[in-house]
């Protein structure tokens, strides 16, 4: 704490933010200052001294191609004249006009003539470039108070070319300029307001950091820490803070442990109790029916309702069939209930899962047929499994069952493997109605039913999923089900590795 309130800041966030806005501001505006005045001038007659010379050349090497007067080269010295803004007059010997870039061709000549051969007085000239085919000088006309670039010399073939172009005045050079400051400024405008956009998210970074610290100490949170690096004011108090949060975590921890471990307790224990409540709901309600049943035709056979024996075997049958109901969904209970609990060990062994569910299907096939289903499971291949071969079975059973009392439309059930690197995935499809989306996760919940007129209807008491999704948790592997357009899948996984 002391070596904090000794520390001087070492860069202040004020200083930082204006020195940054104006030494940029100032950057630009010098930079924008700089190029105009070394560069803008000399830039643009540069330009046009390039453009002559390659019109030049370009014009020589036609001529001593004799292609100078030829229609081909229309388009190109056209080009010449219009993108250089050159005015070009190119004459025999005999003062014949080959090529003009203009109509007036003697108006043209006219003008060169003055430029070349009137009063030096009236104008001032500077040779930029000399050889033996041409010499190109800057001219100032003071009548005029005009500028130009003019070359002037003799083509391979002989004949004279005479070029010319005016320069920019001073004024429409400095309009230019003004021009490109201006749009220099605006970019100084946009590249600031960018800057200070970053800079003070930059300051207002940390700033909001520290305040949601705050917040969350105020809700007892002290696992977040300020990442200070000890600049400026602002990583002072995070440091203050970060003291100040780990001297309150050490004060109240034994406190939070001990609430937190009681909230546990109450939790656990209210989760059990709804857990009772739940299930003994749920098991007074699957028993509820059958037992009505079994109560209403006994009293029948007792009150002897109906004398002749036919009637009699059926009240017998069906107090019969709901005590056999009763019956198999006690055993489904406490098959669950050990499964739970892990009270039920797992014997893995290695064994062919394809001649399983062969026996399977075998056993089934009187239900497939009075539900006039067709099955299809054309794999002949042996496919060994590591797993509980009597819960697989358990699993394989419980699928098909509730394939058969669910199939639908076409009435088609499908089982098929689908090979991984070290597991199979065993599916079972059968056509009918897909599984509404809100009830999908709730499938493997004891005595969850989508269906519960359909479910009481072949005796189903929604514990199967449960089993199946015990059985798959004891073996440590997966099991899913998948919605599709014209039915539903079912499956699990098995472990193929031999090691």
């Not at 009075?370 to 590591?386: A, E």
Request: net charge negative.
């Amino acid at each position: 704490m002391d070596k904090i309130k000794t520390r001087q800041v070492k860069h202040s966030l004020t200083l930082q933010y204006t020195g940054t806005i104006l030494g940029m501001v100032a950057g630009t505006v010098l930079l924008c200052w700089f190029l105009n005045s070394t560069f803008l001038e000399e830039y643009y007659i540069y330009n046009k001294q390039e453009a002559m010379l390659a019109g030049f050349s370009l014009i020589d090497a036609k001529s001593e191609a004799g292609m100078l007067d030829s229609a081909g080269f229309d388009e190109g010295f056209r080009r010449i004249c219009e993108n250089g803004n050159i005015a070009i007059l190119i004459i025999s010997a005999d003062g014949t006009v080959i090529r003009a870039s203009v109509n007036d061709t003697e108006s043209l000549k006219i003008q060169f003539m003055d430029v070349l051969f009137s009063d030096s007085r009236d104008r001032s000239t500077e040779v930029l470039e000399k050889t033996n085919s041409y010499v190109l000088e800057r001219q100032a006309d003071t009548r005029h108070k005009s500028e130009y670039l003019v070359l002037w010399g003799t083509l391979s073939d002989g004949n004279l070319i005479l070029m010319r172009t005016a320069l920019e005045s001073i004024r429409e050079s400095a309009g230019i300029s003004n021009r490109l400051l201006s749009y220099i400024g605006i970019a100084a405008v946009i590249v600031s307001a960018i800057i200070s956009i970053f800079a003070s998210r930059k300051i207002a970074r940390p700033i909001l950091e520290l305040t949601d610290i705050s917040r969350r100490m105020n809700d007892l949170d002290f696992d977040v820490k300020y990442q200070s690096k000890g600049e400026n004011e602002i990583d002072l108090l995070g440091e203050h803070i970060n003291q100040m949060s780990k001297t309150l975590e050490k004060t109240i921890s034994e406190l939070k442990s001990a609430n937190n471990e009681l909230q546990i307790d109450i939790e656990k224990k209210i989760r059990i109790d709804e857990m009772r409540k739940e299930f003994l709901s749920n098991v007074s309600h699957e028993l509820k029916t059958p037992l009505a049943l079994i109560q209403g035709y006994a009293e029948g056979l007792q009150e002897c309702i109906n004398d002749d024996e036919e009637s009699r075997n059926f009240y017998c049958e069906v107090i019969m069939d709901e005590a056999d109901k009763m019956n198999q969904m006690v055993k489904k209970l406490l098959t669950l209930n050990q499964l739970e609990f892990g009270n039920d060990a797992v014997a893995m062994e290695r064994f062919d899962v394809t001649e399983l569910i062969r026996g399977v299907i075998s056993s089934a096939s009187i239900l497939l047929k009075q539900n006039d289903i067709s099955l299809t499971f054309n794999t002949d291949m042996p496919m060994y499994v590591w797993a509980d071969e009597f819960k697989v079975e358990e699993v394989v059973t419980n699928y098909l069952s509730n394939a058969i009392h669910h199939a639908d439309f076409e009435k088609r059930i499908d089982i098929k493997y689908t090979q991984r690197k070290d597991y199979v995935r065993i599916s079972v499809f059968n056509t009918g109605k897909p599984i509404p989306a809100e009830d999908i996760e709730n499938i493997w919940i004891k005595f969850y039913k989508v269906d519960k007129a359909r479910t009481r209807e072949y005796g189903g008491s929604g514990i199967g999923l449960s089993i199946v999704k015990a059985i798959m948790d004891s073996f440590h592997r997966e099991c899913g089900v998948v919605n599709h357009t014209d039915g539903v899948e079912f499956w699990f996984e098995l472990d193929t590795k031999n090691n």
